[in-house]
C-alpha cells in the first residue's frame, strides 16, 4: 500500500514539474515571437514610409496603400500552450 501511495506522489509530482518547465518555456517563446514580430512591423513601416517620400508619384501611391492593408491585415502570431500530462496535470 505505501508503494502505491508513494508510486502517485511520484508520478503526480513530476507531471507538475514537467508541465511548469515546459510553460516557461512556452513563455519564453511567445515573449521571443512577440518582440521579433514587433521589430519586423517596425522595419516594414520604415521602408512603406520611405515609399512615401519618394517622388515618384507611382512608388508613392504604392507606399501609401501598401501602408493601408498593412493596417487592416494586422494578425498575431500565436503559437498554442502546452498540453496537459497525465491525468490533467
Known amino acids: 500500500m505505501k508503494f502505491i501511495l508513494i508510486l502517485s506522489v511520484l508520478l503526480f509530482a513530476g507531471c507538475a514539474s514537467t508541465s511548469m ?4 518555456l512556452y513563455l519564453e517563446a511567445q515573449k521571443s515571437i512577440s518582440r521579433d514580430n514587433a ?3 517596425a522595419s516594414r513601416i520604415l521602408a512603406l514610409v520611405e515609399m512615401t517620400k519618394s ?3 507611382g512608388t508613392r501611391a504604392t507606399g501609401i496603400m ?5 493596417q487592416q491585415n ?3 502570431i500565436k ?3 502546452p498540453t496537459k500530462g497525465l491525468f490533467g496535470l
Open 79 to 81: 503559437i498554442d500552450p
Open 74 to 76: 494586422t494578425k498575431p
Open 66 to 70: 501598401l501602408l493601408q492593408q498593412l
Open 39 to 41: 521589430m519586423l512591423e
Open 21 to 24: 518547465e515546459e510553460y516557461a
Open 55 to 57: 517622388n515618384d508619384p
